[in-house]
């Protein structure tokens, strides 16, 4: 994959990377190296941690990340997304921590081969509930039991047709969303004061199992559509109770949450946040943020950021958008509009420019970490100089380049090159075009599926998902069992994988479900989506 990454250069670029490699101190007093951090991605390699996630994980430890975020580690063994997610065991014994101290372990320890600085790659987990977005059979629960939610709101009722030039096109598409919605999702059964008080100790303990496993801190996934944002969304959320999503309230379980968990925690342990943005206009999905509604949003989400800004309990912010209803923050997209800003740019400099205008103590106020369109060097440059925020997330540019930072790094120390301009504005590597496929067959279920936004979008996260398990087995097959492979012996070498980028969003759907890699049931989730899929078509 290294052959993929074009060289940097040029005195324009290194200018800035002196910024992007600047120490920056969080609020608990821990330090981030540098400004770059690998955000999560889902990875679907299996519910606790192996061999496959230890030589992913060690593959970006080495590249001189500042952070590295896990992919979504649920705290409810039976609300997960799509079946792979990675748990937090019940209880907490030397048995359950091994394979979670050997993941925090592998981070660590590749970082610290690099160098000997004080501040190593700071290891954090993603806390995640799926809540209504778990799926039946695939969530972890028995057939037909319903998730918890804020509401017994359906997923999939706020949906309104999008494309399509004439009304049947239009009705076509919303009908089969529909039933696919209805066959993947049940109606949420509405959580009770005593579910929510468990969910608050799921949380806790998943914070408390993160410590002992040796992570730096931990996340909680308030973003895309999960358990802890149904709870902020009027469209998800119509309690009239103390968690309901009034002004008042919308931030009272996310309270909780945080002021529990710094409570269980040690002083310099990491408490970070994801949360949605309210500006979609650059991303294209759904209502423009120019509307009423959404200014109305955007102001509503900038509340609650300054509102967790001033509990003075969290390190930072990460801003995010979309959800499994507007899920394009999973799909293959081109730039954005502007190549100056990111998808969220706008919002998170509104979001920064807020936070540090607060009265609080100094070094108190959270750091915000802009995660959305950072494709290229010049996105980089720009979202630190024009402070749209001060941590720098990369999800799927760290992928395809998993050795990022070391590029940077090096045009820094190559800053008498001369400037390359046109360079500034090219992607890290070569992106991938998901296309529909040679064949007719995999042509017809690319026109069908690209109906349900859902599925044509996770076509584009099949494809990642198959990238970062290729990068995986490469690794495996060139050091053995990386957990316990000696650092030396791996000589910093970044792995070279061919992520073919040919191949078709049906490819990889398939490649992403049949996998021998992971245990049986990967075939029986693979059936359900596929009977999903063909009931979906034949009664509509």
Same mark, same amino acid.
């Given at each position: 994959? +290294?052959?993929?990454?074009?060289? @940097?250069?040029?005195?324009? %670029?290194?200018? &800035?990377?002196?910024?992007? =490699?600047? $120490?920056? #101190?969080?609020?608990?007093?821990?330090?981030?190296?540098?400004?770059?951090?690998?955000?999560?991605?889902?990875?679907?390699?299996?519910?606790?941690?192996?061999?496959?996630?230890?030589?992913?994980?060690?593959?970006?430890?080495?590249?001189?990340?500042?952070?590295?975020?896990?992919?979504?580690?649920?705290?409810?063994?039976?609300?997960? +997304?799509?079946?792979?997610?990675? @748990?937090?065991?019940?209880? %907490?014994?030397? &048995?359950?921590?091994?394979? =979670?101290? $050997?993941? #925090?372990?592998?981070?660590?320890?590749?970082?610290?081969?690099?160098?000997?600085?004080?501040?190593?790659?700071?290891?954090?987990?993603?806390?995640?509930?799926?809540?209504?977005?778990?799926?039946?059979?695939?969530?972890?629960?028995?057939?037909?039991?319903?998730?918890?939610?804020?509401?017994?709101?359906?997923?999939?009722?706020?949906?309104?047709?999008?494309?399509?030039?004439?009304?049947?096109?239009?009705?076509?598409?919303?009908?089969?969303?529909?039933?696919?919605?209805?066959?993947?999702?049940?109606?949420?059964?509405?959580?009770?004061?005593?579910?929510?008080?468990?969910?608050?100790?799921?949380?806790?303990?998943?914070?408390?199992?993160?410590?002992?496993?040796?992570?730096?801190?931990?996340?909680?996934?308030?973003?895309?559509?999960?358990?802890?944002?149904?709870?902020?969304?009027?469209?998800?959320?119509?309690?009239?109770?103390?968690?309901?999503?009034?002004?008042?309230?919308?931030?009272?379980?996310?309270?909780?949450?945080?002021?529990?968990?710094?409570?269980?925690?040690?002083?310099?342990?990491?408490?970070?946040?994801?949360?949605?943005?309210?500006?979609?206009?650059?991303?294209?999905?759904?209502?423009?943020?120019?509307?009423?509604?959404?200014?109305?949003?955007?102001?509503?989400?900038?509340?609650?950021?300054?509102?967790?800004?001033?509990?003075?309990?969290?390190?930072?912010?990460?801003?995010?958008?979309?959800?499994?209803?507007?899920?394009?923050?999973?799909?293959?997209?081109?730039?954005?509009?502007?190549?100056?800003?990111?998808?969220?740019?706008?919002?998170?400099?509104?979001?920064?420019?807020?936070?540090?205008?607060?009265?609080?103590?100094?070094?108190?106020?959270?750091?915000?970490?802009?995660?959305?369109?950072?494709?290229?060097?010049?996105?980089?440059?720009?979202?630190?100089?024009?402070?749209?925020?001060?941590?720098?997330?990369?999800?799927?540019?760290?992928?395809?380049?998993?050795?990022?930072?070391?590029?940077?790094?090096?045009?820094?120390?190559?800053?008498?090159?001369?400037?390359?301009?046109?360079?500034?504005?090219?992607?890290?590597?070569?992106?991938?075009?998901?296309?529909?496929?040679?064949?007719?067959?995999?042509?017809?279920?690319?026109?069908?599926?690209?109906?349900?936004?859902?599925?044509?979008?996770?076509?584009?996260?099949?494809?990642?998902?198959?990238?970062?398990?290729?990068?995986?087995?490469?690794?495996?097959?060139?050091?053995?069992?990386?957990?316990?492979?000696?650092?030396?012996?791996?000589?910093?070498?970044?792995?070279?994988?061919?992520?073919?980028?040919?191949?078709?969003?049906?490819?990889?759907?398939?490649?992403?479900?049949?996998?021998?890699?992971?245990?049986?049931?990967?075939?029986?989730?693979?059936?359900?989506?596929?009977?999903?899929?063909?009931?979906?078509?034949?009664?509509?």
């Amino acid at each position: 994959m +290294s052959a993929s990454c074009p060289a @940097i250069s040029g005195t324009s %670029i290194a200018k &800035e990377s002196a910024d992007i =490699f600047s $120490r920056i #101190s969080l609020p608990c007093g821990r330090s981030v190296r540098n400004r770059l951090v690998k955000v999560a991605t889902y990875e679907h390699l299996g519910n606790t941690p192996n061999p496959y996630h230890f030589a992913l994980y060690s593959e970006w430890a080495q590249n001189d990340w500042g952070m590295i975020i896990t992919g979504n580690v649920q705290v409810s063994p039976t609300h997960l +997304s799509l079946g792979y997610d990675m @748990i937090v065991p019940r209880t %907490i014994t030397q &048995e359950t921590l091994k394979a =979670f101290k $050997r993941l #925090s372990g592998v981070i660590h320890n590749f970082s610290a081969a690099r160098h000997t600085s004080p501040h190593p790659t700071l290891a954090i987990m993603q806390l995640s509930h799926a809540g209504r977005q778990s799926p039946n059979m695939l969530g972890g629960r028995f057939p037909f039991v319903p998730p918890l939610s804020a509401s017994a709101i359906r997923l999939g009722s706020s949906l309104h047709a999008i494309g399509g030039s004439s009304e049947t096109s239009k009705v076509k598409r919303s009908v089969i969303s529909n039933i696919f919605y209805r066959l993947l999702f049940q109606r949420p059964r509405e959580m009770t004061p005593l579910d929510i008080e468990a969910t608050i100790q799921e949380f806790v303990h998943g914070a408390h199992f993160a410590v002992k496993s040796g992570f730096d801190g931990i996340q909680l996934h308030a973003a895309h559509g999960y358990l802890l944002a149904q709870f902020l969304s009027p469209e998800s959320n119509l309690r009239q109770d103390e968690f309901s999503c009034a002004p008042e309230h919308a931030l009272h379980l996310l309270r909780r949450i945080v002021f529990s968990i710094r409570e269980a925690v040690p002083p310099n342990f990491i408490v970070g946040l994801k949360i949605n943005a309210a500006d979609y206009a650059q991303s294209k999905i759904g209502r423009s943020s120019t509307s009423d509604h959404g200014i109305d949003e955007e102001r509503r989400i900038l509340d609650h950021v300054m509102t967790i800004a001033r509990w003075g309990l969290v390190d930072f912010i990460e801003i995010s958008g979309g959800d499994y209803e507007n899920p394009d923050f999973m799909s293959v997209r081109p730039f954005p509009e502007s190549r100056r800003q990111a998808l969220f740019a706008r919002f998170s400099y509104q979001a920064l420019k807020a936070i540090q205008s607060l009265p609080l103590p100094p070094g108190s106020h959270p750091l915000v970490l802009l995660t959305g369109g950072l494709r290229t060097p010049s996105h980089l440059r720009n979202a630190l100089a024009y402070r749209h925020a001060q941590l720098l997330g990369i999800a799927r540019g760290s992928i395809l380049c998993p050795h990022l930072p070391q590029l940077l790094q090096q045009s820094q120390e190559n800053a008498f090159h001369k400037s390359d301009d046109d360079f500034e504005h090219q992607s890290f590597a070569p992106e991938p075009r998901i296309q529909s496929g040679r064949s007719i067959f995999k042509r017809c279920i690319y026109s069908w599926t690209s109906n349900i936004r859902l599925v044509g979008a996770g076509m584009g996260m099949a494809w990642y998902i198959v990238a970062m398990r290729r990068l995986a087995i490469a690794r495996i097959q060139k050091y053995g069992n990386v957990a316990e492979v000696s650092v030396k012996q791996s000589h910093h070498e970044t792995t070279a994988v061919d992520c073919s980028m040919d191949m078709d969003g049906v490819d990889a759907v398939i490649r992403m479900w049949v996998w021998i890699g992971v245990d049986h049931r990967v075939w029986a989730h693979f059936g359900i989506l596929l009977l999903a899929l063909f009931v979906a078509y034949y009664l509509s």
